[in-house]
């Protein structure tokens, strides 16, 4: 995603990037790659690609587009920006739980559902958008969305501590690519930054 937050905000604002934010996003970019091969590469050389990883890059490259944009959005209450997100993506849903209804497929959740869905609501939608948005109102796009890469990091810190998966040399070398990267990029960014 920071690639694709890269180029928008380049099309959008031209926007550049230095040297130091360019190296460092290879840098973590390779971190996460070494997660998603897990330490192989026959993983990556057999990696299938299916529908469902288009629709996901169909997203990624939305919202690189929606995360360079949010520098010309209305200085609204932060508020009202996520009621607007939130009403557009129930409004968007609705067609798809209509043809749900219709097939007679819709899955009503039970309690330990609702839990989940409560959860999704107040951390992954509500706050971490707004946090988001305030980061790039703070750092800018570019340096807001490099810290995307930090993901897969704490996909496998909570597989190893709470799914007792096995930690592995690949993950150690992953997550030093990424930090690395990251605080090379975001040593970039605040050189830029000043300049400007």
Not at 145 to 168: C, D, K, M, Q, S
Not at 178 to 190: C, F, V
Request: with cysteine; hydrophobic share 60%; proline share 3%.
């Amino acid at each position: 995603m920071p690639l694709f937050v890269f180029a928008a905000s380049f099309i959008l604002f031209s926007s550049r990037i230095g040297v130091e934010q360019a190296v460092g996003f290879v840098f973590s970019f390779i971190g996460v790659i070494i997660i998603a091969m897990r330490g192989d590469l026959a993983n990556l050389i057999e990696l299938d690609v299916n529908v469902g990883d288009a629709l996901m890059l169909v997203a990624i490259i939305a919202y690189g587009i929606y995360t360079a944009a949010l520098r010309s959005k209305p200085q609204v209450h932060w508020t009202s920006l996520i009621f607007t997100l939130c009403l557009g993506a129930t409004l968007a849903s609705l067609p798809l739980l209509a043809v749900e209804a219709v097939q007679d497929e819709t899955m009503l959740p039970d309690m330990r559902g609702w839990a989940i869905i409560g959860y999704i609501v107040i951390f992954p939608s509500l706050l971490a958008q707004v946090f988001y948005i305030r980061a790039v109102e703070l750092i800018g796009a570019n340096r807001a969305g490099l810290f995307i890469n930090l993901l897969p990091v704490w996909g496998t810190l909570l597989a190893v501590t709470i799914l007792r998966e096995a930690f592995h040399f690949y993950h150690a070398a992953a997550l030093i690519m990424i930090l690395a990267g990251i605080s090379l990029a975001e040593y970039g960014g605040r050189k830029l930054s000043k300049r400007a």
